[in-house]
C-alpha cells in the first residue's frame, strides 16, 4: 500500500482522485455541467474547488485501508463543510472504493481492475451501509423515490434508517444492488465495467487531458441515460439528451450548442460527469499525467 | 495548533492554502497570467490544479509544525513531481511560513498577523536555507542575475551553494534580504505588509470570491510593479504594465483589453500572483468562504 501522505516519490492514490475530482471542471465543454467554460446560478466553479479541498481527507483515509464507508462519510463531510453544497457526492461515491482497491493493489496496481474494485465492493459490511446512511445527513441529494416496500431504507431518511439496516443485516453493496436505475449503483454492481471502458478511452486520446475528458463525457452521453437527469426530469428528457450528444458528438459546434440549450433548461447530467470522473482517476493511476 | 489530518470540523490552514492556489486559476481576468479564461502555449490551467495537489503534502508539514525551508522544499517537490513544471513556487515561497504562522496561532488565529508572520521569519535557520536552495533543485524559475559578490549565492546554483551558506551561517531571512528588489522577498522582509492589506480587500469585496481575487489583482499591479515582469523583460516594460493597470483598474472592457494584449506579448505578471494567493490564504483563514 502506498504511504497516504509520503509527501513526494509516487503518485498516491489520494492525490489522483483529488486531482480526477479537479479536472472534471477544468475539462469544458461538459453539456451541462459546471465546468471551466461557465457556471450555473447558485453553483460554481468554486464550490467544486472548495469540495475537492475538503474531501482529501476522507480519500487519503480510504488509500489508508478504512472501512469504505466511513471513508465515504468523512469525504462527503469534509466535500460539504468546504463547498456548502452537494458537489460531489456520486463521484466520492465512486472514487472511494476505487482509491481503496488502487491502494490495496500496492506498488504493482495489479488489483486496479473490475476485479479489484468487485472485492472492496463484495467486501462491504453492515457498518459501511451504515455510515452511507450518515453521508445522507450532511447533503441534499436529488434521488428517486425509493421501490415499493422500501421506505424504510429511502436514503432521504439518512441516519434515521440505520435501525432497520443493521436488522436486515444489510451490507453497503447490497443497498446499493437495491438501488435500481441508478448509473452509480450499477458501477459498483459490474465492477465499474463503465468506469474501467471510459478510462480507456481517456487514456487512448490525443492532446491535453481536459480535452480528452471532455469528449469522453459527450461520448458516454451519447451512449447512456444519465440516471439524474432522468431523476430530475423524466425518462423522455433523458433519451432525448442522449440523442442529442449522438448527434453532436465529434461536432465541436453542435457540441456547444447542446452545453448551451441543457445550460439554460437547467439540465445537469451529474452522473455521467460522476462516471467521466472516477474514469480520469482510473486512467491517472494507470500512468496518464497533465 | 490544527491537527493538520484532522478531516473534518475545523478548516485547517493547509487546507485554506490548498484552496487559495486554486482559487488564484478559478479568478478572471487575472491580466496575462493563466487563469479560468485562457492557458498559455505551454502551461495550462490543469498543470496549476496538478501543482497545487502535490504541493498539499508540503502544505500540511508547514502547519504540523516542520522547519519552514523543509515544509517549503517538500511542497516544490510534490508540485514539480504532479505538475511537470514550475507553477506555484512563488506562492509556495509566500504560503509556506504564513501557513506555519497560522498554525502556530492555535484556535484564537492570534498569530496569523504581520507580527506573527515576521516571527516566522525571524526563527528560519541556516538549514531552512539549505533546504531553500535545494527547492531549486526541482525547478527552473526566472530570477535576475545575483548582486555584484554574490555568485557563490546564486539560486541557480541550488545545493552547490549549501556550502557556502553554511560557512557564511545564513538564514533563510538573511539570504531573502539579500534579494532585493524581489516582490517575494520584500514580503518576507516586511511582515508581509501587501498580502495583509490585499487579504483585507478581498474579505471586504462584494460578490463570488474568485471576482473579489480578480479585482484585488488588478488594484495590486496597478500600484506596484511586477517583479518577474522587470526579471524577464526589464524595467521600463512594468512601469508601461503598472500603468495600463492603472488606467485598466475599474473598467471590466478595459481590463479585458489588458489581459488579451499581455497574453499577446507573452508578459506574465507572475509575483502579483504569487501575492494575490497569499492573500487569499489569509482571508480564508479569517473567515471568507466560498
Redesign the interface.
Known amino acids: 500500500m502506498n504511504p497516504p501522505?509520503?509527501?513526494?516519490?509516487e503518485?498516491s492514490p489520494a492525490?489522483n482522485a483529488?486531482?480526477a475530482l479537479?479536472?472534471d471542471v477544468?475539462a469544458a465543454p461538459k453539456p451541462g455541467n459546471v465546468d471551466?467554460d461557465h457556471d450555473h446560478a447558485d453553483l460554481?466553479?468554486?464550490?467544486f474547488?472548495?469540495g475537492?479541498?475538503?474531501a482529501?481527507?476522507?480519500l487519503?483515509?480510504a488509500a489508508a485501508g478504512a472501512p469504505v464507508g466511513l471513508a465515504f462519510e468523512?469525504a462527503v463531510?469534509?466535500m460539504a463543510?468546504?463547498?456548502?453544497t452537494n458537489t460531489q457526492f456520486g463521484s466520492l461515491l465512486l472514487l472511494v472504493p476505487l482509491v481503496r482497491a488502487a491502494a490495496d493493489g500496492g506498488a504493482e496496481d495489479h488489483s486496479l481492475s473490475p476485479d479489484g474494485a468487485a472485492d472492496v465492493v463484495a467486501a462491504t459490511t453492515v457498518a459501511d451501509a451504515a455510515d452511507f446512511y450518515r453521508a445522507f445527513e450532511h447533503v441534499e441529494v436529488a434521488v428517486d423515490d425509493p421501490p415499493p416496500g422500501m421506505d424504510a431504507l429511502d436514503v432521504r431518511r439518512g441516519a434515521d434508517a440505520i435501525p432497520v439496516v443493521r436488522e436486515r443485516e444489510l451490507t453497503l453493496a447490497e443497498i446499493l444492488a437495491r438501488s435500481e436505475g441508478d448509473g452509480n449503483a450499477r458501477e459498483w454492481a459490474t465492477g465499474f465495467e463503465r468506469t474501467f471502458e471510459t478510462a480507456r478511452a481517456i487514456a487512448d486520446g490525443d492532446g491535453?487531458?481536459?480535452g480528452r475528458i471532455s469528449r469522453a463525457f459527450v461520448d458516454r452521453l451519447a451512449r447512456t441515460e444519465d440516471t439524474l437527469v432522468q431523476t430530475v426530469h423524466g425518462p423522455d428528457v433523458a433519451a432525448a439528451v442522449r440523442e442529442r450528444a449522438a448527434e453532436a458528438r465529434g461536432d465541436p459546434d453542435a457540441v456547444a450548442e447542446l452545453d448551451a440549450d441543457l445550460v439554460d433548461a437547467g439540465i445537469n447530467p451529474g452522473t455521467t460527469a460522476d462516471l467521466v470522473t472516477a474514469a480520469t482517476f482510473v486512467a491517472l493511476e494507470r500512468g496518464v499525467?497533465?
Open positions: 501522505n509520503s509527501g513526494a516519490g503518485r492525490e483529488q486531482l479537479l479536472l477544468a471551466r460554481r466553479v468554486e464550490h474547488l472548495a475537492a479541498v475538503g482529501a481527507p476522507g487519503r483515509r468523512r463531510a469534509g463543510r468546504r463547498a456548502g491535453p487531458l481536459p499525467e497533465v
